[in-house]
């Protein structure tokens, strides 16, 4: 089916019309009059690259958030999820990822877990709960740390 790919791809065009490809768009916190993607959640606050690993390995690093629930997801070209790891699996450390295609040789790049991707192009989705509106300033500057690079 190429319903996958279709999505997926608007999808890329739409986040990547607003930051360049490996790097973060951080969203605004979710309103009534500003809902990015579809049914968003109004207590998430989201965070997302458009990552291309077609001409060598994406590093994504992903600061802690404490006292709050955040995940950061990836997601290949046909939507299928490659990656997922939130604070309640890695004890509230950084994520720190190297992605690069499974076909491509990868030197091991110290205290980064490597995601072998079958396609060359996907999203990474940065997810924070808030307990209360009042922490998106902090939470904010906190995900702003975030980084989505070539390696």
Known sequence: LTTPYVLMSAAMKKIGAQAPVNSFRFGELTTADNQPIVRP???LVYSSCVFDVSDGPVLIDVPAVPDSYWSVSIFDARTDVAKVISVRENGGKPARIV???????LEMVPDYEPVAL???KGIALIRILLKDPAQYA???AIRRKSTCERG
């Not at 992605?99 to 040789?105: A, F, I, R, T």
């Open 41 to 43: 959640s109004p207590d």
């Open 118 to 120: 079958k396609y060359n």
């Open 138 to 140: 902090a939470v904010d």
């Open 99 to 105: 992605l690069h295609h499974e076909l491509m040789q």
